[in-house]
């Protein structure tokens, strides 16, 4: 039988909204009694929302007894830090002066694996270092697992058992009962020097040591079964992927299944993990519109009949969780993340610690390989960046740790719900709206458009985009437009092949609805978006003149031909397989619709374009060149005078340092203030 889906452990669509209306019933009963927004001065700063987090990852040891966490001064180095758990005494166990500590798992419960990064730096640039190290959690035996290709790092070398720079961690935490590790290291082809695929390697943390798993293909993904023993790899070649089983009785790759990479199959399914006896967990449709979790033999390749769990307003997407090889629940995302447990214990704890924290969704983790007294909670809500926590079950008392965003008052933010509006076919299109407390409606409006665009757009929580530009005094919208993932086969596949054009008027159909609302000033709406979302802008402008007031688009696509180009920069973070099977399968074929393409791309549109624009490019991009903004630029500037333009050397288009963060969205706020703001 499914599991049911009571309570705040998971949210469908519709017990959503009905929480979300609780939940904010008493901040609308305040808003509407509240003074007319704060002045300017007294708003939070750019840095408040957009500066690198204080606090941003934090898990317990496989025992229990410790745990590591990722944190930044203001101004400094991110650092690898542990606490004992019995006297919540903190170490700095990994810092350095010139790199960053970014991910980071536990080897075992005396050890600590990392990776570094200079966050001071632009991606693009060369100098940028990416290395593996490992230490003990009380600082001691750091050791270099990886090549420097710049100034030899901190630690012993040992140069004959470096890996490649190129070698990341798994993001899969292992057996943890020993000193070694499994990593994934990128494989490249000796012609065209485009990624080829994964190889794994296991490796020994203290001896840098290492053995290469044998492979079934070009692999482009790895999965450790319960017990932290590769058990599956997932192939792709030619348009098609393929499911590998490693058989633990005869030591040799099996073929379970073969499917279209990007072409819609009803028996095609997603590996997520593994149960206790070896049992395979999927996520598959199985014939719905929604996919939902289900059992899969690996002997006959078969799915159970009935899911495990399934959710009618949304595909899942989430992650097993573990205990001593044990599965003990689900992480899953349904409008917000939110625990489901299997374990009768875990769910009790989970009451317990939603009772002490009412208002938001608390994430609880625990040991990995023992029954510990310790739960570590991550606890946030649309009003509450993330905020780390330690729950002891012996005790029943909660522990703060830190928060992610210290700067940021809950109080002061701006509520959020996820709504529906009706598409012009029909098709119903869910929206994320951000509505600036004590503001009175209707408002100016900014529509910002995801990226991708196959994949999901936001959930319920903490967004800094939209909080910022709601604490200016601006109503936000963000629809998950056709196409996007997470809602449905048929929401998907309805994307295929309507860049500019059913996508598009996806958009449009929402600010329409934000309007008849009351929501929107129809006067003063303006799009945004990166990417895709910046490929939108510059459509919505040429399409909607009269319904758009301006545009705000950094690294745009302004040429959906030249996304087919050998010359475009896509090539050098996406694969061949997708450019010559994903792409005409999802964006169209670039012969037969060329003239499409011609009448969709913003580049051949340019002098229809004549709002206010604020335009941002990268000269490191490698989606989007800066040769096709200049061009782009150059174009739409000929009949438009009211276009700025932003340049940000070596940054990619999600702006990865905070500096250029904060500058461009300050920035942005001057742009809006000057032609859609508070009259």
């Known amino acids: 039988m499914p599991l049911p889906l009571t309570g705040r452990l998971l949210r469908p669509l519709g017990t959503a909204l009905l929480l979300l209306a609780c939940h904010h019933a008493a901040a609308a009963d305040a808003a509407a009694a509240a003074p007319d927004p704060v002045p300017a001065a007294a708003m ?16 317990l040891s496989p025992d229990g007894r410790y745990l590591a966490m990722r944190t930044a001064a203001p101004g400094a180095r991110a650092l690898l830090a542990v606490v004992e758990l019995d006297t919540l005494e903190r170490r700095a166990v990994a810092q350095f002066s010139d790199i960053d500590v970014a991910e980071f798992e536990w080897v ?22 990416h290395g593996l190290y490992a230490v003990d959690r009380d600082g ?7 090549e420097d290709r710049h100034a030899p790092p901190p630690g012993p070398l040992v140069k004959r058992h470096l890996q490649p720079a190129h070698t990341y961690l798994l993001g899969q935490a292992g057996a943890q009962d020993s000193d070694r590790i499994y990593v994934s290291r990128a494989a490249f082809n000796d012609n065209t020097g485009d990624f080829s695929h994964w190889e794994l390697v296991q490796l020994d943390t203290v001896s840098g040591a290492a053995s290469r798993v044998p492979r079934p293909g070009p692999v482009h993904a790895w999965l450790l079964d319960q017990d932290g023993a590769p058990r599956l790899a997932l192939t792709r070649r030619d348009g098609r992927s393929a499911v590998h089983y490693l058989d633990p009785a005869k030591d040799s790759w099996r073929q379970l299944a073969e499917f279209p990479t990007y072409a819609y199959a009803a028996d095609g399914y997603a590996p997520l993990g593994f149960g206790s006896g070896g049992k395979l967990y999927v996520g598959a449709d199985a014939g719905a519109d929604k996919s939902a979790v289900y059992a899969l033999d690996p002997a006959s390749g078969k799915l159970a009949a009935a899911p495990l769990l399934s959710l009618p307003d949304y595909d899942f997407h989430g992650a097993l969780v573990h205990r001593k090889g044990r599965l003990l629940g689900l992480r899953v995302l349904s409008d917000a993340p939110s625990m489901v447990w299997l374990d009768p214990d875990m769910q009790a704890q989970q009451r317990r610690v939603d009772a002490l924290l009412p208002n938001t969704v608390n994430l609880v983790s625990t040991a990995a390989q023992a029954d510990s007294s310790w739960l570590l909670v991550e606890s946030y809500s649309d009003t509450q960046p993330a905020s780390f926590l330690l729950f002891d079950r012996a005790s029943g008392k909660l522990s703060l740790l830190g928060h992610s965003r210290p700067a940021i008052a809950p109080a002061r933010m701006a509520p959020r719900q996820l709504l529906r509006y009706p598409a012009r076919d029909g098709l119903s299109i869910p929206v994320w709206l951000t509505l600036p407390p004590g503001a009175a409606k209707p408002l100016p409006t900014v529509l910002l458009v995801h990226d991708g665009p196959q994949r999901r757009g936001a959930d319920w929580g903490w967004h800094a985009e939209a909080q910022f530009l709601a604490s200016r005094g601006y109503a936000v919208l963000q629809p998950e437009y056709r196409g996007g993932m997470g809602f449905g086969t048929r929401h998907f596949r309805a994307g295929a092949r309507q860049w500019g054009l059913a996508m598009q008027d996806d958009l449009a159909d929402g600010a329409r609805w934000a309007v008849a609302q009351g929501i929107a000033d129809p006067g003063r709406i303006c799009l945004a978006g990166a990417g895709y979302g910046g490929y939108a802008t510059l459509m919505g402008l ?45 964006v169209g074929d670039p012969v037969k619709d060329a003239a499409q393409f011609q009448a969709t791309s913003p580049l051949a549109q340019a002098a229809r374009i004549k709002q206010p624009l604020l335009l941002a490019y990268s000269a ?4 989007v060149p800066l040769a096709e903004g200049e061009a782009f630029h150059a174009a739409v500037k000929a009949g438009n005078p009211q276009v700025d333009w932003l340049r940000y050397d070596g940054e990619q288009d999600d702006w990865a340092l905070a500096r250029t963060r904060i500058d461009f969205w300050g920035r942005v706020e001057r742009f809006l203030a000057k032609h859609i703001g508070p009259r």
């Not at 075992?108 to 270092?129: H, I, K, M």
């Open 140 to 146: 001691a035996n750091l050791r270099v697992l990886t």
């Open 620 to 623: 490191a991009d490698r989606r």
């Open 44 to 59: 939070p700063p750019p840095a408040a929302f957009f500066d690198a987090a204080a606090m941003s990852g934090a898990k």
């Open 108 to 129: 075992n419960p005396r050890r600590l694996v990392f990776g570094t990064g200079d966050w001071s730096r632009p991606p693009g640039e060369a100098a940028l270092d």
């Open 542 to 586: 040429a399409k909607e003149p009269a319904l758009f007031r301006c545009g705000v688009a950094w690294a745009a696509i302004t040429d959906i031909g030249q996304l087919y180009s050998a010359r475009h920069g896509v090539l050098a973070d996406t694969s061949d397989d997708w450019l010559r099977h994903g792409m005409p399968e999802l």
